[in-house]
Every structure is written in structure tokens, then in C-alpha cells.
């Protein structure tokens, strides 16, 4: 039997700094498995991770990838001790102008990816196993100019809650990471047609490493949410008191 951990999205930003965290951290793990569209910038990271390593280059967004972690789960007779789902993307703008495939894209990734490969590896995690999901502090509202992407990630959100409730019995347990801005490549992706990331959350931004901190923390100690700064905390709170109404309608002024 192998023990492995899986992190997709590995080749930049939060997954990569997960996969690096989890290489220092998870003696309990043979060997990490990491997948993402860019293969040569998987193959540097392999370098750098004491662990033995397993390059997946694949598009998320076709079942093709999916199928290919699923047979080589089931040929490898592997145990997953850690599932992390990093791999999403979101475009900034308004909807209707946004481009038909890629505002469809973030679907199929943020949504349907991710709830492919958790499935596909759900039979071979047991006891203390962690499930780790990138949402985003997107989740706690929606997000006018930035529509698809904050219901995608409110997706994850419930999702995760869900199966977090669900998997208790089998001890595997689930969190949901959700950050506010974090410096990685993700803003070249978002601001691609333009449209600029509001300077108040330029101004709440954060780091990779701050974020996988302290969502290993919070996966280690079982909580089914990972907020990792104070002021997305505020946030969070916030959007729990103040009509989602008024929230929405001041998003909608800043951006139009
Ligand atoms: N940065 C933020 O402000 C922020 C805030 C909250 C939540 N998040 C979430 O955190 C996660 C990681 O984002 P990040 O900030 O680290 O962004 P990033 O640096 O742009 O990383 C995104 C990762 O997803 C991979 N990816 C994109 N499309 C893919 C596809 N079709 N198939 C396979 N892999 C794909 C990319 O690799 P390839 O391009 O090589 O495929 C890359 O490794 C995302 O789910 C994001 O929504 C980010």
C-alpha cells in the first residue's frame, strides 16, 4: 500500500505552496502526486520536494484528466492520506461580456472538477484522511462583476460543509479555505479583460504561505472553514449580519 497526497494546481501560487508545506510536513505520505496544466513548471517543482513525486500535466477540465488519476489510483493500490483542490481560475467583468467559454470554464473547473476528482478519490481515503477546497471569501456573497466565479466558489463552500458532515462517520474530514486576495497569478488571469481588481482588496491582500498555514492548521484541528486573515473574518461576519441585498448593490456602485 502507497500513501499519497494529491494537489491540483500545483504549478503556481496556493497549490504549490501546499505542495511544498505538505513535502515538509507529511512523513506519513510515500509520495505526492502533482497536477496541473503546465508541465515543465510541475517538473521544477518535483525537483525541489524531498518526497517522490508524480507529475500529472492534464487539463482538469476534461474527465480525461479524472480518468487518468482514477486508473492510476486503482493500479497503484494507493491510500490518500490528503486530496487538495487548488486548480480554479476566475475572470473579473461583467457577465454579458464576458467570453461564453471562459465564463462556462470556471464551471467546469471550480464546480465540476473539483467534484469529479474528489469523488474519484473518495474510495481510496479512509481514517484521518483530509480533504483540503479552495473557495474563497467570494463565497460569503454574491459578487457582482465577478458573478460566475463567487457562485462557483459558494458551490465549494456548501459543498465542502456538506461532505465535511457527511464523512464524519469515516473520520475523513473536509475544509474549505477561504481567503480574501492573495498574491499569486491569479490577478493576471482575472484582470485579463480588464477589469481591476477593487484597490480595497488590493489592500487586504495576502500571501500563499499564510493561507496554507494556517489551512493545515485549521484541516488538523477539523474545522470545515479556513479564513486565514482577521479582516476576511470581519468580512465574514459582516455578511452574516448585513443584508446581502445592500452588500451586493454597494459591489455593484464601486465596480459601475
Ligand atoms: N489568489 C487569490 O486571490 C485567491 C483568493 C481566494 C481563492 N483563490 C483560489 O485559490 C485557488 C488557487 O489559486 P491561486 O491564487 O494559486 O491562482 P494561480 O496562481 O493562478 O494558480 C491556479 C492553478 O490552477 C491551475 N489550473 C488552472 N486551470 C487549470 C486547468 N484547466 N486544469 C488544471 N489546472 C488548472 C493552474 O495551473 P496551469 O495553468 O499550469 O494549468 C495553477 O496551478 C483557486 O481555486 C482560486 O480560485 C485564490
Given at each position: ?11 503556481s501560487g496556493i497549490g504549490h505552496e501546499f505542495?511544498m508545506a ?64 487548488a ?92 481567503p480574501?486576495?492573495v498574491r499569486t497569478e491569479f ?19 495576502t500571501t500563499p504561505d499564510v493561507v496554507v498555514k494556517?489551512a ?12 486565514p ?28
Amino acid at each position: 500500500m502507497k500513501y499519497i497526497a494529491i494537489v491540483t494546481g500545483a504549478s503556481s501560487g496556493i497549490g504549490h505552496e501546499f505542495a511544498m508545506a505538505l513535502d515538509q510536513c507529511m512523513d506519513a505520505v510515500d509520495e505526492i502526486w502533482i497536477v496541473a496544466r503546465r508541465k515543465e513548471r510541475l517538473e521544477e517543482l518535483a525537483g525541489k520536494l524531498r518526497h517522490h513525486s508524480k507529475v500529472i500535466s492534464g487539463d482538469l477540465s476534461s474527465r480525461l484528466t479524472t480518468n487518468r488519476i482514477s486508473a492510476m489510483l486503482s493500479s497503484e493500490k494507493c491510500r490518500v492520506r490528503f486530496l487538495v483542490n487548488a486548480a480554479g481560475y476566475g475572470i473579473l467583468g461583467d457577465f454579458t461580456k464576458g467570453d461564453r467559454k471562459e465564463e462556462t470554464g470556471m464551471c467546469d473547473l471550480n464546480v465540476r472538477a473539483l467534484t469529479d476528482i474528489t469523488y474519484v478519490c473518495l474510495p481510496y481515503m479512509g481514517k484521518n484522511s483530509r480533504i483540503i477546497n479552495l473557495a474563497s471569501s467570494a463565497a460569503f456573497v454574491p459578487q457582482p462583476s465577478f458573478a460566475v466565479y463567487a457562485a462557483t466558489k459558494s458551490y465549494v463552500l456548501s459543498f465542502s460543509r456538506a461532505l465535511n458532515a457527511e464523512l464524519k462517520d469515516r473520520q475523513i474530514y473536509v475544509t474549505a479555505v477561504c481567503p480574501g486576495p492573495v498574491r499569486t497569478e491569479f490577478f493576471d488571469v482575472a484582470e485579463k479583460l480588464g477589469t481591476r481588481t477593487l484597490s480595497m482588496k488590493k489592500w487586504a491582500m495576502t500571501t500563499p504561505d499564510v493561507v496554507v498555514k494556517t489551512a493545515l492548521k485549521d484541516s488538523f484541528g477539523k474545522k470545515e472553514i479556513s479564513i486565514p486573515t482577521s479582516m476576511m473574518r470581519a468580512f465574514y461576519t459582516l455578511t452574516k449580519i448585513v443584508p446581502h441585498r445592500i452588500i451586493i448593490s454597494f459591489t455593484n456602485r464601486l465596480y459601475h
